[in-house]
């Protein structure tokens, strides 16, 4: 099971919950993301295969690990300009 973007959100969620509180609970984090619940329950899983949680706390050295990845995963810069091949869709529709 790979991990997906939203398992780093939901784990850098639960470590500033951890920081400010000193625990976290599922529910505090599906508060702050305002997440479904299933979406929320198979991406704890997700960080539990991938031991970033342990137990009821946060690994800061796999989480850590993490941080180089972000550019990939949320790219900083957008080019709505620029014309990409495949089936258009949203702005780049011709109908809108």
């Known amino acids: 099971m790979a991990l997906q973007s939203?398992?780093?959100v939901v784990a850098l969620a639960a470590a500033r919950t951890e920081a400010r509180q000193g625990?976290?609970?599922?529910?505090?984090?599906?508060r702050a993301l305002d997440l479904p619940w299933s979406t929320l329950d198979r991406?704890?899983?997700?960080?539990r295969r991938a031991a970033i949680l342990r137990g009821?706390?946060?690994?800061?050295?796999?989480l850590a690990s993490l941080l180089p990845v972000l550019r990939y995963l949320f790219p900083l810069e957008v080019d709505v300009?620029?014309?990409e091949v495949g089936v258009p869709t949203g702005y780049a529709s011709a109908a809108l």
């Open 43 to 47: 991406s704890l899983a997700r960080l």
């Open 23 to 30: 625990d976290w609970k599922p529910a505090d984090v599906q």
């Open 56 to 62: 009821a706390h946060v690994s800061r050295v796999a």
């Open 81 to 83: 300009t620029r014309t």
């Open 6 to 8: 939203v398992d780093l």
